[in-house]
């Protein structure tokens, strides 16, 4: 997946020596935003789902559904 990022980068002009930092910063943020853990809890946006979970103690997130309003 880096190697993709880094072609689509260059394919931009972007300077070569910066291509690894961006394709890992862009990696970084598309697990942030598409993995539940990392997503940010909706009632406290400052903190993620798995922060939120961890305050709970020792519990596990074992299932989860997708809601969409207004669809």
Do not use: C, H, W
Not at 11 to 21: I, R, T
């Amino acid at each position: 997946e880096i190697e993709i990022a880094k072609d689509q980068l260059r394919a931009e002009g972007k300077p070569e020596a910066m291509l690894d930092n961006i394709a890992k910063g862009k990696l970084k943020r598309f697990f942030k935003d598409n993995t539940l853990v990392n997503q940010a809890f909706i009632k406290d946006s400052k903190i993620s789902v798995g922060d939120y979970v961890k305050s709970y103690g020792d519990v596990s997130i074992t299932a989860f559904e997708r809601v969409a309003l207004g669809q």
